[in-house]
């Protein structure tokens, strides 16, 4: 099939190696601008619009898609379909409806659970026991359109953001796959308006971390904000980023130090697995702990 691809981040560029590797042509691949990064703050292209280029496909990467050449030169492609995952743009319907099939989401979430910005995080923070991939025939709501296709995964009890982001970047590939081969044969399934949840987007704000919740609550936080924006508490006079984790036995005042990196909550304990002090590399903890002088309580 004759595609467009819009995609930005890290999670999106498997998918387009996927279509690429299946055979599809890839007419655009649309992405975000390229952003100030580095010490010298210089622009530079993000994920997919890197992937993209030693693809050989044209990028384009408009701040907008609202203006009518914009979404002229979009019609202009003639696509057959348009495969959207994680792009970071509104879309408008002229751009809804110019692909012949229209335009398919990769959204990481069982639907119409956790539709929204960040549906790995707040899975993994909500205590979830499973999440999955929908293939979504898009809309102009908020990921409310047809699901085409959907399956799920069990999160693991030490699953962090990043593992199962790439565990679920990896079903969307094989999935949107399938999906584009049988796409005329599949039933959209309209999504039900019973257990709409939103995931909303991450704010800093709420990585950190409050000793005096259950242990249970600690441990999907540190998970769930892994490796962004990282869950954060107060060691020894620095803010101490905490990355992995699980739950442990234990008890005591909340943000005691119990043993190593094993810290009391509320209720319960939890234990501390990979750790990132100010300007340091993230470590296991046993590295961590080699080259600090743990405190006896936690903030």
Not at 65 to 83: G, M, P, R
Not at 132 to 143: R, Y
Not at 191 to 204: F, L
Not at 277 to 299: I, N, S, T, Y
Request: net charge negative; hydrophobic share 45%.
């Amino acid at each position: 099939m004759r595609l467009v691809f819009m995609g930005s981040p890290d999670f999106s560029v498997p998918v387009l190696e996927a279509l690429v590797e299946a055979g599809h042509e890839i007419a655009a691949v649309y992405c975000q601008p390229p952003r100030p990064a580095g010490r010298g703050k210089k622009d530079r292209p993000g994920p997919v619009h890197a992937r993209a280029l030693e693809l050989g496909l044209e990028v384009r990467h408009p701040v907008s898609l609202k203006s009518a050449e914009e979404q002229q030169a979009f019609a202009d492609l003639n696509a057959d379909a348009a495969v959207v995952v994680a792009y970071g743009l509104i879309l408008p319907q002229a751009i809804l409806d110019a692909p012949t099939h229209g335009c398919l989401n990769i959204h990481a979430s069982l639907l119409p659970r956790w539709r929204g910005a960040a549906p790995i995080h707040r899975a993994i923070m909500a205590g979830d026991a499973e999440t999955g991939i929908c293939i979504m025939q898009m809309e102009a709501g908020l990921d409310t359109g047809p699901v085409l296709l959907r399956e799920a995964t069990p999160i693991g009890a030490e699953e962090t953001t990043a593992l199962l982001h790439d565990r679920l970047a990896a079903m969307g590939s094989r999935m949107i796959v399938d999906a584009l081969a049988r796409l005329t044969d599949l039933t959209p399934e309209v999504q039900s308006e019973d257990g709409v949840t939103y995931a909303t987007k991450i704010d800093k704000a709420e990585a950190r971390v409050d000793w005096a919740r259950p242990a249970v609550d600690v441990d999907r936080l540190i998970r769930g904000l892994s490796p962004f924006p990282g869950a954060k508490c107060d060691m020894a006079g620095e803010q101490v980023k905490l990355l992995a984790s699980r739950l442990a036995d234990g008890s005591g005042a909340a943000g005691q130090v119990l043993d190593g990196l094993t810290i009391a909550c509320g209720d319960g304990a939890v234990e501390v697995l990979r750790a990132q002090r100010p300007g340091k590399r993230a470590m296991e903890a046993e590295d961590f702990l080699r080259g600090f002088d743990m405190p006896d309580q936690v903030g």
